[in-house]
């Protein structure tokens, strides 16, 4: 080999191995940006599930303490569980609040980035019935943020430091994290490609004619079926084209994100899903680079803006971190602990993805059942954090098409029948709501509601129990009325193509979800469905 070819091969090298790193290269100030998401994600949640505190989450609810950890994998991880009485439990909701302040500010960020880990999860796990795809995503965001300098910049750890700030990080955290984003997006679209409702577009109108799960702009855009074809038709194309995230660069990586970003806002306005827009969004502000902030930068002079107000605002703020004590572990053998504890966490979780995929896919004869083992244990420890990966099939392969609403026929002592789910002092098995999303008091009473249906279905979780017990019991204690049974029925309605913005005219169908007899009442039918 001559000189200039070793010469060459070694600038090939060189531009492959810098090319690999752009492609997985975060911006801090895009780490800041998405810190301070990550911080008021949790607070807004936790605010939000607040609103349910008693119903949700003490075992004065419908999701006592024993039916969450009946629900959650063996030795699930969670700090909630430790107690039962409901003013420790808000306690810990308000410590989960301030450790959450403390990621948003940026104050020993690393600490505050593994707490907000450790209690989003054992909040999960307090109520798993309520968790959407939404909580996974956010999960395991949160979880690989661990590894990553989310204090670098605009933060209190960056007053305290007495260096100049990275301007990027291209580590095997950052391609972590970054893949987390393509992988759930590409497996998505992998599985919708196996439905011909999606590769035709016509899922996404059928979709938007689900009243129970639409609001706001939905009932306008039904009447605009092609408009929805082609939108639908033009997001399980971006799904499928999701690895290009890693591919491209700069203004390229901006301009595909931000088609990204402008499906999850079309979600907000039409689908009541809870916060997964807004997870998906914080995860894919990852993927705006420099440029993106060269741009804003020069979008702000163009605009004549003047920076020096942010300049004085900066500067109060920082004056403001340099208040917040500051207690360093710095020295030699201190940064090598921190170094090597880092080296040592990623290293964990590399080599457990990595055995747990050999495993599942090439078993070797004679050692199979040790690596089923190996197997098992790996899944097992990742399931009692909950960083295992879904199946991420979030509307797919099939979407579905049946509307649905609940009517709780109950029967008191007096001999009435009335509608305890509704509040109704009849039973009628027509729609209580126009928009039937307005049944639920919360989207998370939605998620619970799916919980309990399938528990009434398939037997496979005591929440319709647990629900029809907490019915009996409030209601004597807030009505003076003793109540003898309780049905729990959902009406279907099946939504076709030219029904999507006509309810009147779908099919319905009405199936007994569960039969219950509050004390030593046995279970009996209250009344067939009137349909």
Request: net charge negative; glycine share 6%; hydrophobic share 45%.
């Amino acid at each position: 080999m001559t000189a200039d070819t070793a010469s060459d091969s070694a600038g090939l090298g060189s531009k492959i191995k810098r090319g690999v790193a752009d492609s997985f290269r975060i911006d801090t100030r895009t780490l800041a940006v998405f810190r301070v998401f990550v911080g008021l994600l949790i607070i807004a949640d936790l605010l939000l599930r607040s609103r349910n505190f008693t119903y949700f989450y003490t075992d004065d609810g419908v999701v006592p303490q024993s039916l969450a950890q009946s629900m959650s994998s063996d030795g699930a991880f969670s700090v909630y569980h430790l107690t039962t009485e409901p003013v420790l439990v808000a306690a810990l909701f308000v410590l989960q609040g301030l450790i959450a302040l403390q990621l948003l500010v940026g104050y020993k960020t690393r600490i505050a980035t593994i707490l907000s880990f450790l209690f989003v999860v054992s909040l999960d796990h307090h109520n798993p019935l309520v968790l959407s795809y939404a909580d996974v995503l956010f999960r395991l965001l949160l979880f690989w943020a661990i590894f990553l300098p989310l204090g670098e910049r605009w933060s209190v750890d960056a007053v305290h430091t007495d260096r100049e700030p990275r301007a990027s990080v291209a580590s095997i955290a950052s391609a972590l994290i970054l893949g987390q984003m393509v992988y759930m997006y590409f497996v998505n679209g992998y599985h919708k490609a196996q439905n011909d409702l999606w590769t035709t577009g016509e899922a996404t109108p059928l979709i938007m004619g689900l009243d129970d799960t639409t609001y706001f702009l939905a009932p306008y855009l039904r009447e605009f079926q092609t408009l929805l074809q082609i939108g639908g038709l033009i997001w399980f194309i971006l799904l499928l084209s999701s690895w290009a995230l890693l591919l491209v660069v700069g203004r390229r990586r901006m301009l595909l994100a931000a088609m990204f970003m402008g499906g999850h806002a079309s979600f907000i306005f039409t689908v009541r899903i809870g916060a997964f827009s807004y997870v998906a969004i914080a995860g894919l502000t990852l993927f705006l680079q420099a440029q993106f902030w060269e741009d804003l930068q020069a979008v702000a002079r163009y605009l004549e803006i003047d920076q020096r107000r942010f300049a004085d605002r900066r500067a109060e703020l920082e004056r403001f971190a340099a208040s917040f004590p500051e207690a360093r572990f710095d020295s030699e053998r201190q940064r090598r602990a921190r170094q090597t504890a880092y080296s040592a966490g990623i290293g964990v979780v590399l080599v457990s993805m990595v055995l747990f995929t050999a495993l599942s896919f090439a078993p070797i004869g004679g050692v199979a059942d040790e690596e089923t083992v190996v197997e098992e244990r790996i899944e097992g420890t990742a399931q009692q954090f909950s960083i295992d990966q879904p199946d991420w099939s979030v509307f797919a392969p099939t979407p579905r098409t049946t509307d649905g609403y609940y009517v709780f026929p109950a029967q008191t002592a007096d001999g009435d029948v009335i509608d305890v789910y509704n509040g109704q002092a009849t039973v009628s098995y027509d729609r209580p709501y126009d928009e039937l999303q307005k049944q639920y008091g919360t989207y998370r009473e939605r998620f619970y509601m799916n919980s309990v249906r399938r528990g009434g279905y398939h037997d496979s979780n005591d929440a319709p129990e647990k629900l029809a017990e907490y019915i009996c019991t409030t209601w004597e204690d807030e009505h003076d009325t003793e109540l003898t049974h309780v049905n729990m029925y959902r009406v279907t309605e099946d939504v076709a193509m030219n029904t999507t913005a006509s309810p009147a005219d779908r099919e319905t169908s009405t199936g007994l979800v569960y039969q219950y007899g509050c004390g030593d009442n046995e279970p009996s039918e209250i009344q067939p469905p009137g349909n």
